[in-house]
């Protein structure tokens, strides 16, 4: 059964950091693609990054360029993302994903894990 597990969030200040984890367990690490979601109150979830555990590529959202970094510990079978320079718009419940793709502005994932507040107050 593929589980996945994000922790991390919290309540941090404009400007500030989080980072944010990703344990994944029943499923062969590298067969899946890793990416983070997140959804905002009345708002549709979006796609924020991903990470193909394989060859290490990833891809990032326009909204969180240059300020979002993902990673992988293929040991520990974990994602990491890395927020920085944290805006008030970036306040959303954050989800990881298993099997993440892309297409255009569309994002995907096919295999879950609850999710972890971050709020970022101004």
């Known amino acids: 059964e593929v589980q996945l597990q994000a922790s991390g969030g919290g309540l941090v200040q404009a400007g500030g950091s989080l980072r944010l984890s990703c344990a994944a367990s029943?499923?062969?690490?590298?067969?899946?693609?890793i990416g983070w979601f997140r959804q905002a109150p009345g708002k549709e979830r979006e796609g924020v990054s991903c990470i193909s555990s394989s060859d290490g590529s990833t891809y990032y959202a326009d909204s969180v360029k240059g300020r979002f970094t993902i990673s992988s510990d293929n040991a520990k079978n974990t994602v990491y993302l890395q927020m920085n320079s944290l805006k008030p718009e970036d306040t959303a419940v954050y989800y990881c994903?298993?099997?993440?793709?892309?297409?255009?502005?569309?994002?995907?994932?096919?295999?879950w894990g609850q999710g972890t507040q971050v709020t970022v107050s101004s």
């Open positions: 029943g499923f062969t690490f590298d067969d899946y693609a």
């Open positions: 994903a298993a099997d993440c793709s892309f297409f255009g502005s569309s994002w995907y994932g096919n295999y």
